[in-house]
C-alpha cells in the first residue's frame, strides 16, 4: 500500500471518528434533557425527537466524506494516492472533523437549551427548531469544505 494511500484512510478515519464522538456527546446531552422533559410531560415527547435528530448530522457528514475518500483512494479503481495526495486528502479531512464536532456539541446544548423552553413554553415550538439549526450552519462550512478539497486532489 502507498503512504499516500495510508494517510488518506487515516483522513477519513478521523472524519468519521471525531464526528461521530461528537455527535455522540450531543445525543447524550439532548437526550439527558429530552428524558427530564418525558418524565414530567410524557405528552411532548414527540416534540423532542427533532432536536435529537439534530445531533446525529454531525456523524453523517463525516461519513459522506469519510465515504468519498475511501471511494477515491481505494474503491474508484485508480492506483491511488501518493505521499503529497495522501497528506492533502488527511488535511481536506479535518474541517469536517474539527468543526463538525465542535458544532455538534454547540448545537446539542442549544437543543437541550430548547428542550427546556417547550417544557415551560410548548407554543414556542417554531422558534426553538429555528434555534437549534444555527449551529448546523458551521457544521455544513465544514462540510462543503472538505468535500471541495476531497475533489480537487486528484489521484495518481
Do not use: H
Request: with cysteine; proline share 2%.
Amino acid at each position: 500500500m502507498e503512504i499516500g494511500n495510508l494517510l488518506a484512510l487515516i483522513g477519513a478515519a478521523i472524519a468519521v471518528a471525531v464526528t461521530g464522538a461528537g455527535s455522540s456527546l450531543g445525543m447524550a446531552i439532548v437526550q439527558r434533557a429530552a428524558a427530564g422533559l418525558v418524565a414530567e410531560q410524557p405528552e411532548k415527547y414527540n416534540r423532542t425527537l427533532v432536536f435529537q435528530l439534530l445531533t446525529t448530522t454531525g456523524a453523517l457528514y463525516g461519513f459522506v466524506v469519510g465515504f468519498l475518500v475511501l471511494q477515491k483512494a481505494v474503491l474508484g479503481g485508480g492506483s491511488g494516492y501518493g505521499l503529497w495526495q495522501g497528506a492533502m486528502i488527511l488535511a481536506a479531512c479535518l474541517p469536517v472533523a474539527i468543526v463538525g464536532m465542535a458544532a455538534t456539541i454547540a448545537q446539542a446544548r442549544v437543543c437541550a437549551s430548547v428542550i427546556m423552553m417547550i417544557a415551560k413554553r410548548s407554543e414556542l415550538d417554531g422558534r426553538a427548531v429555528t434555534m437549534a439549526i444555527f449551529a448546523e450552519f458551521f457544521a455544513l462550512l465544514g462540510l462543503i469544505v472538505s468535500i471541495l478539497c476531497v475533489f480537487a486532489i486528484p489521484t495518481l
